[in-house]
């Protein structure tokens, strides 16, 4: 059974400016104990209305911009106040004094790799050091270039939306090398 199926848990934010993790409740959570009991919202940590009526009303409109209010709320550092990153729920962070560990995270995140999982997995493989960085790159690399191979070289009537994967694979092969540039590492 999934860790994560029968408890709530809180995602890991993480200020890459000041090398902090904090959690967060999810968005779902916060909307399931507004229907539950609390029947208030707090938006931007001023204002807090009553939003009961609309959930038993089913005043659709306003429960939808209840909901994307929640859902697309901007979690800021309590420190320096600049956007967080949400990495997961099986992420793990690093120490404040590793910094080459958190260039790698804030790296790994850049490209796409974030630790949301239902737990079974765990994280799976985080490289601890800039050898195993570039290794991990270069292995990336060459499979997105392997899964961008397969959709180009296969008919339309295999994938109806084979344009819109290879672009899909592209960008990530951009992101990837981009990433493998900026550490100076050679990929070709």
């Known amino acids: ?24 409740t999810h968005s779902s959570d916060i909307l399931e104990r507004i229907r539950k009991d609390k029947n208030f919202h707090k938006i931007s940590r001023v204002n807090i209305r009553n939003v009961s009526p609309i959930f038993v009303k089913k005043e659709q409109d306003q429960l939808e911009k209840v909901i994307s209010e929640i859902e697309n709320r901007e979690i800021k550092c309590p420190e320096c106040s600049s956007l ?29 790799k974030v630790f949301h999982s239902c737990g079974c997995e765990g994280p799976g493989y985080i490289p601890q050091n800039l050898k195993d960085y570039e290794e991990y790159l270069i292995d990336r690399l060459e499979m997105y270039k392997n899964y961008q191979s397969v959709y180009q070289n296969s008919f339309e009537e295999d994938f109806s939306d084979k344009m819109e994967r290879v672009i899909y694979w592209s960008q990530k092969i951009i992101r990837l090398q981009d990433e493998i540039l900026r550490y100076g590492f050679d990929f070709r």
């Open 84 to 112: 967080m990153a949400d990495l997961g729920l099986d992420f793990k962070a690093p120490k404040k004094s590793a910094a080459k560990e958190w260039k790698i995270v804030e790296s790994l995140y850049r490209i796409g």
């Open 1 to 24: 059974m999934c860790r994560y199926a029968g408890k709530t848990y809180k995602s890991h934010f993480v200020c890459f400016r000041c090398r902090k993790s904090f959690k967060q």
